[in-house]
């Protein structure tokens, strides 16, 4: 059964750091193509980062650019999502995706970023 589950959200002051992890089952982690989105009420899902299958090459949405790093452990099977200087804009549900001979998505996790 092929699992993506998110953690690491939560509320932080504006400024603050999180970092989420995405734990993957069930399917090639290694094999895939790993990124974050992110999806406000009301609004499309917004790609976040993305991370290549070896883990070197990566690449950011403008909005998070310098703020964010992506990164996946390929032995834990896992996917994490450093952010830091968060700001009120970033607050969204966080989701991941596995990319390969077949999409899978998490369930996401709350970041909220509010004083």
């Known amino acids: 059964q092929v699992q993506l589950v998110e953690s690491g959200g939560g509320l932080v002051q504006p400024g603050g750091s999180l970092r989420l992890s995405c734990v993957a089952s069930?399917?090639?982690?290694?094999?895939?193509?790993m990124s974050w989105h992110r999806q406000v009420p009301g609004k499309e899902r917004e790609w976040v980062a993305i991370?290549?299958?070896?883990?070197?090459?990566?690449n950011y949405a403008d909005s998070v650019k310098g703020r964010f790093t992506i990164s996946r452990d390929n032995r834990k099977n896992t996917l994490y999502l450093q952010m830091n200087s968060l700001k009120p804009e970033d607050t969204a549900v966080y989701y991941c995706?596995?990319?390969?001979?077949?999409?899978?998505w998490g369930q996401g996790t709350q970041v909220t970023v509010s004083s």
């Open positions: 069930g399917f090639t982690f290694g094999a895939n193509v």
């Open positions: 991370i290549k299958t070896s883990g070197v090459t990566t």
């Open positions: 995706q596995a990319t390969g001979l077949y999409n899978y």
